[in-house]
Structure formats: structure tokens, C-alpha cells
């Protein structure tokens, strides 16, 4: 059975990220962009890292221009924004596709395991949120409007579950 470990990504700084290094650690995957209407959900998807890092959680960010280019700019140029801007620490990845042929291998997972509203499968919007638990499979699909305080129950829940 596939899981979140089965993948790897690259680092918004270049580097190889294997996800096989968040085993065992619930994880909130995020579709982000820098010019959006949803990009202050950053302030609470970084709140969100603060407060529950250190009991397993790993939010992953994942620049995505596929949605009214709202996310143009080289990666340096979108890390040094989310930093600047929201403070964000934890880990940003390179900007991907997340539709179409050339959506990230994640991606295709995550839509496969989590359909959206009515079934469908493509990724409406920026700020989509999947939630991952302890053992790597995909616990629920958020929609963009969705603000990152209100998956701080089913983050709790995940939490408490050993893999």
C-alpha cells in the first residue's frame, strides 16, 4: 500500500527531501502561493507548526503557480517572502504542479486518496490542505477557504493516534 514515505520531494533551497523522514509524524501537506487571497492562512499554518511540532505534527508547504500565477517568483524569492512575511519555519518545498501531466507524484497520490467535493479529483485552489496520519495515510482533505485553526481538532485527534 502506498503512503506519504513512499515520496520524495525537493526543498525549496534545492536540496532532496525525502518524505520517508516524517514517518511515523502527522503531517498537514498545503498547496501554498504568495500572492493569493488565502495567503495570510501562512500566520496560521506557521501557528499551527509552533504549537504542535513538538508532539509530531510537520507541516510541508508546497508553492504551487498553477492558479491565476499567483505564486510567479523564483523559489529564494517565495522562501525569503514567507519568512519575511509570516515568519514561516518549517519546511517549504520547490514549487510544483499539483494538476495536470505534470503534477508532482504526491500530488496525484493525495487526490486520489482524498477526492474533493463530489469526487472530483483536481485541486480547485491554492491553500488545498491535506491531512496525513502516524502511518502515512491521508486522513482528510481540507478546501482552501478552510483556515488552518479549524483543523486543530482533527490535528489533536491524529496526535493522540499511535502509528
Known amino acids: 500500500m502506498t503512503q506519504l514515505s513512499d515520496f520524495s520531494a525537493t526543498r525549496i533551497d534545492g536540496h532532496s527531501a525525502p518524505l520517508s523522514a516524517y514517518a511515523g509524524q502527522v503531517v498537514l501537506v498545503v498547496n501554498t502561493a504568495s500572492a493569493c487571497g488565502f495567503t495570510p492562512q501562512f500566520a496560521g499554518l506557521q501557528d499551527l507548526h509552533q504549537r504542535y511540532a513538538p508532539q509530531g505534527l510537520a507541516v510541508l508547504g508546497f508553492p504551487c503557480n498553477q492558479f491565476g500565477r499567483q505564486d510567479p517568483g523564483s523559489d529564494s524569492e517565495i522562501a525569503g517572502f514567507c519568512q519575511r512575511n509570516y515568519g514561516v519555519d518549517f519546511p517549504m518545498m520547490a514549487k510544483v504542479d499539483v494538476n495536470g501531466p505534470q503534477a508532482h507524484p504526491l500530488f496525484q497520490w493525495l487526490k486520489a486518496q482524498a477526492p474533493g467535493l463530489l469526487g472530483t479529483r483536481r485541486i480547485k485552489w491554492n491553500f488545498t490542505k491535506f ?33
Open 131 to 163: 491531512l496525513i496520519g502516524r502511518d502515512g495515510q491521508v486522513l482528510r482533505r481540507y478546501a482552501p477557504q478552510t483556515p488552518p485553526a479549524r483543523l486543530e481538532a482533527d490535528i489533536a485527534r491524529a496526535l493522540a493516534t499511535q502509528a
